[in-house]
């Protein structure tokens, strides 16, 4: 008798372990379908200076790979990349208008920080840039080594955390310094190029950025030291799991089609005529991939078609063809030597 119940409360284990194990439905999220209802994604950007980045052009277009990203999350769900409505945000407003609503998501150089995931109810949608801070500095300096700036004045964006950064350095360093604290980026430039401060610090995709701005770039130079590990992504309110799991599937895809050679001009041919079996689920030839997230099947085409692969879009926004013309370096394929990686389709 109890070896009778011991056999039946096993069984009623292994099938509440079972149950455990099954794939849930798709839940619909209020943010998707705010956007298919709208049919456009409101996407919060940088104020448009950001060269490579997010970039307002002299024909009212935006350009840069933070913008062509809110391009390729459209395109994964409306079908359209031309489906956005950018909305340039100084850095001190742009988690609270994302916390509002104002904005779905938000691609404009937001470093993913244990405090900003815990505190602001929000949500990194995986690493796009893996950046790191540096120093901008006028060659006529003499400055060749962010050691050598103990007593200078140091430009930075105040209530960042480059600001926090800069602190901790030169603490930890035994290093004193004057911080010339402004709101934005553009600010600090000008303070520069006045010779207000002796340095600007950032990202260094950023300092690579704004260095273009100014009126004699070649008179300037980025230190080679990096201080800080700045991990840049697009980020999403914490309480919508599904658009989340868009947004990031939408920087999958980017790496995916790199690592296996889908690009802007081949893609539709590879999902008509491919064999491989990951590459005929990610491109929507077989399987429900995209239903599972809440959109079209062919969800990583219409990606690709608007943005290209990663390698595309980070070499014509911020790489060699690009005016930043800054060296990929760690943001290359794990397969490279890199730090990019994505779970497979399956």
């Known amino acids: ?37 709208r049919a456009e994604l409101n996407c919060g950007v940088s104020t448009g200076t950001s060269i490579g980045k997010s970039t307002l052009d002299d024909q009212g277009n935006w350009t840069g790979f933070e913008a062509d990203f809110c391009r ?22 742009a988690f609270t208008s994302l916390q ?15 405090s900003r995931d815990t505190e602001f109810a929000l949500e990194w949608a995986g690493i796009y840039i893996y950046d790191g801070q540096g120093f901008l500095v006028s060659k006529a300096s003499g400055i060749t080594s962010a050691k050598e700036l103990a007593g200078a004045s140091i430009c930075v964006t105040s209530g960042t955390t480059t600001e ?49 701005g100014l009126s004699d770039p070649d008179s300037y130079t980025i230190l080679a030291d990096v201080i800080s590990k700045e991990p840049l992504g697009p980020v999403v309110r914490e309480d919508d799991q599904q658009f ?26 590879m999902a008509a005529t491919t064999e491989k079996p990951e590459l005929r689920r990610f491109l929507g030839a077989e399987g429900e991939f995209g239903t599972k997230l809440g959109i079209p099947n ?9 943005t290209g692969n990663y390698g595309e879009l980070f070499e014509r926004t911020l790489g060699s063809n690009s005016k930043a013309n800054i060296a990929r370096g760690v943001n290359t394929l794990w397969s490279q030597g890199g730090l990019l990686y994505a779970p497979p389709v399956r």
């Open 298 to 306: 062919d969800w990583a085409v219409k990606t690709i078609q608007t």
């Open 244 to 269: 989340e799991d868009v947004v990031e599937w939408t920087r999958h895809a980017l790496i995916i089609a790199e690592e296996f050679g889908v690009t802007q001009a081949n893609v539709a041919e």
């Open 72 to 93: 390729a999350v459209a395109a994964a769900i409306l079908g359209d990349g031309a489906k956005v409505n950018f909305v340039p945000l100084e850095f001190k407003n």
């Open 1 to 37: 008798m109890i070896e009778m119940r011991l056999n039946r409360t096993k069984i009623a284990l292994l099938a509440a372990g079972s149950a455990l194990l099954l794939p849930a439905a798709a839940v619909a999220g209020p943010t998707l379908d705010a956007i298919k209802g």
């Open 100 to 114: 509002s609503g104002s904005v779905d998501m938000l691609a404009r150089s937001a470093t993913w920080t244990m």
């Open 164 to 212: 926090l950064n800069l602190a901790d350095y030169f603490r930890t360093n035994r290093m004193d310094y004057t911080p010339i604290t402004v709101s934005s980026p553009d600010q600090s430039i000008a303070n520069l190029e006045s010779a207000r401060c002796d340095a600007y610090t950032n990202e260094v995709g950023g300092l690579a950025s704004y260095r273009l």
